[in-house]
């Protein structure tokens, strides 16, 4: 078997005022990906590009050994289970009828699956789409996506607009299904401390191109937080530092350990600390 | 597509069981005519127009491209909706028909079952003109557009009727004739319509029409 679930290269999708500039994304077997970014980064574009949903202008896509323009991608979508952001479903459809809707679209549905998560997330099956939370909406959205037994699941925003305690859940329903054998999970979020939480991989995408993708613990070990006044900052070589916020004391920096003199105290960066740095240095240039 | 259709009859659940009923009532009352059975036949095109309208509006097609089906099978499912009405809706004219025929023994079965065979094909080439409109302006522009190109094509259909009948000593087509050349017709538009209706529904998936 191949060694990932999904291999993007090149990838570019042009629209007038956007585009996905050349993306290269590797999503190893047993992994999650946290695809991050700001509103309009390219997350979603980037995901109806991995089901083929969108045209693109360039590139290729591989999902689960297939090239997803290919006639048998179609049998591959089977294995793929999506969740978008948002409602998709007609708002007088019942949970009920959204199972029989898809019993009717892929061929390994699972009812007794379907009728577990349900179950399991407490939703009643004869309530219509439109009387529905968005928490009751997400779940619906992700009992079906895991209910016809996919390998790889593609969640888009799929955690957004929560509260903590549906949340937590759900992170949880995700970290266990990536740690199944030949399962994969592409998580795109902007709630960094999700992705932060069950992430193994992060890939930061901000305006269309890829920022950075890498190992979650190999950032969190690579980036610290320095506390020290300007002139020290000038003393420490320009690639080491990836953004800094300027004070009327002193300034913070985004840097990385390993250029650091030991004189100089690094505090551990979360996640966020370096996404919103990467952001701002982004936007500075 | 078992599934879509089964997502759009769900939809349609209330306007359909509406519009069988207003098919029986209409045939069951004589003196509305043909305009019974053609108001019958398009509120049965209503129902794919209303689909892609709910579609549109809870962005089931973004999520029905990440299902395993294809863009034709996902545009097709609204064609057959319509047949499917469509045939739904004159099965029921029909019996209304004879069950009038029972308590009022002066009704032609003939000549209304040729009167729903014109009407059946006619929704055959109202449902290939109107899928390509409504994908082509999404749901509320299209319907305007529609209404202004069957009311060009009704126009133009008077005004070539009355040529013919000027031109003295033409030829006779039988009843079966003109429906197999009607129906021949009606098959060749529906090809171009669907291929023109994946054609736009493929470049709206894009945002070409956003």
């Known amino acids: 078997m191949e060694s990932n679930a999904i291999e993007i290269r090149g990838l570019t999708k042009r629209y007038k005022d956007f585009t996905l500039d050349h993306l290269d994304l590797d999503l190893p077997y047993g992994c999650v990906l946290g695809l991050v970014g700001e509103n309009g980064a390219g997350k979603s574009t980037t995901i109806r590009l991995i089901m083929d949903a969108l045209e693109r202008d360039g590139g290729t896509v591989s999902v689960l050994g297939t090239d997803n323009r290919s006639r048998e991608f179609l049998d591959r979508k089977e294995d793929v289970g999506v969740v978008l952001d948002g409602t998709f479903v007609p708002e007088v459809i019942s949970a009920r009828q959204l199972g029989k809707v898809l019993a009717g679209t892929f061929k390994n549905w699972d009812q007794a699956v379907y009728d577990g998560w349900i179950s399991r997330f407490e939703l009643p099956l004869d309530k219509k789409f439109k009387d529905y939370s968005r928490g009751m909406a997400m779940k619906l959205g992700i009992a079906a996506a895991l209910s016809h037994h996919p390998r790889l699941l593609l969640l888009d925003e799929a955690t957004g607009g929560l509260d903590p305690m549906v949340r937590e859940e759900l992170l949880e329903t995700f970290a266990d299904f990536a740690a199944q054998d030949g399962h994969a999970v592409l998580l795109s979020s902007h709630i960094v401390s999700d992705l932060e939480r069950i992430c193994d991989y992060i890939a930061f995408l901000h305006k269309g191109k890829l920022v950075l993708c890498e190992e979650k613990d190999v950032l969190l070990d690579r980036y610290g937080i320095l506390k020290c006044t300007k002139e020290q900052l000038g003393n420490i070589p320009a690639e080491a530092v990836h953004g800094k916020r300027v004070g009327a004391y002193g300034v913070e920096a985004l840097v990385e350990r390993a250029f650091m003199p030991r004189d100089l105290v690094v505090d551990r960066a979360n996640l966020e600390d370096i996404i919103l740095y990467m952001v701002k240095e982004e936007k500075e240039k | ?210």
């Open chain 2, 1 to 210: 597509m078992s599934g879509l259709l089964r997502k759009d009859l769900y939809v349609a659940d209330k306007s359909g069981r509406l519009l069988l009923v207003l098919a029986l009532a209409f045939s069951m009352v004589p003196s509305l005519g043909t305009f019974g059975s053609t108001y019958a036949m398009m509120l049965a095109f209503m129902m794919p127009m209303n689909s892609i309208a709910y579609d549109e509006r809870c962005k089931w097609d973004r999520y029905a491209a990440m299902l395993p089906y294809r863009p034709g099978q996902i545009v097709w499912s609204k064609y057959v909706l319509s047949y499917l009405f469509t045939a739904l809706a004159e099965g029921i004219l029909i019996l209304g028909t004879v069950i009038r025929n029972y308590f009022q023994a002066s009704v032609d079965l003939s000549e209304e079952l040729q009167m729903g065979l014109l009407l059946v094909t006619a929704m055959l080439f109202i449902t290939a003109l109107g899928l390509p409109a409504i994908y082509r302006f999404g749901s509320e522009k299209g319907r305007l557009v529609l209404i202004l190109v069957m009311g060009a094509g009704i126009g133009v259909a008077f005004a070539v009727t009355n040529l013919l009948e000027e031109i003295p000593d033409q030829p006779k087509m039988s009843f079966p004739v003109l429906m197999l050349a009607a129906a021949a017709a009606a098959v060749a538009a529906t090809f171009s319509s669907f291929r023109l209706s994946v054609y736009f529904y493929q470049r709206r998936q894009n945002g070409a029409y956003d």
